[in-house]
């Protein structure tokens, strides 16, 4: 009987860079995740401000770098297919979090999702 190795999906790759960027965080209250529709990601811790509390890190799944078109436009704005943040245990308030997300993410009516 032999073991099968699970295979690792992009979003247990995400996970595992979302608790990585908090670790190396302390002010970080959640971490803005931003997928672009090449797969490739753009991640930062955020604080209780709404400020960055982590360089911004691009990524793409099992991949030595991430795509030429990321590498040409940082991943443009107009490419961005879902964007959230994970939020770190225990979770602001409704209130913070919302204020958050406005001035990180934008409002609902300007975000893609």
Not at 67 to 93: A, L, S
Request: with cysteine; aromatic share 4%.
């Amino acid at each position: 009987m032999t073991a099968k190795k699970a295979k690792r999906t992009p979003e247990q790759g995400e996970q595992a860079m979302i608790e990585g960027i908090l670790e190396g965080s302390p002010d970080g209250v959640g971490v803005a995740v931003i997928r672009l529709n090449c797969d490739c990601r753009k991640m930062a811790a955020v604080n209780i401000d709404g400020e960055p509390a982590s360089k911004i890190i691009m990524y793409r799944d099992q991949a030595e770098s991430i795509c030429d078109q990321c590498k040409q436009d940082n991943g443009d704005y107009m490419r961005v297919t879902e964007q959230f943040i994970h939020w770190k245990k225990p979770e602001p308030g409704e209130a913070a979090r919302k204020k958050i997300e406005a001035k990180v993410l934008g409002t609902s009516e300007e975000r893609p999702n």
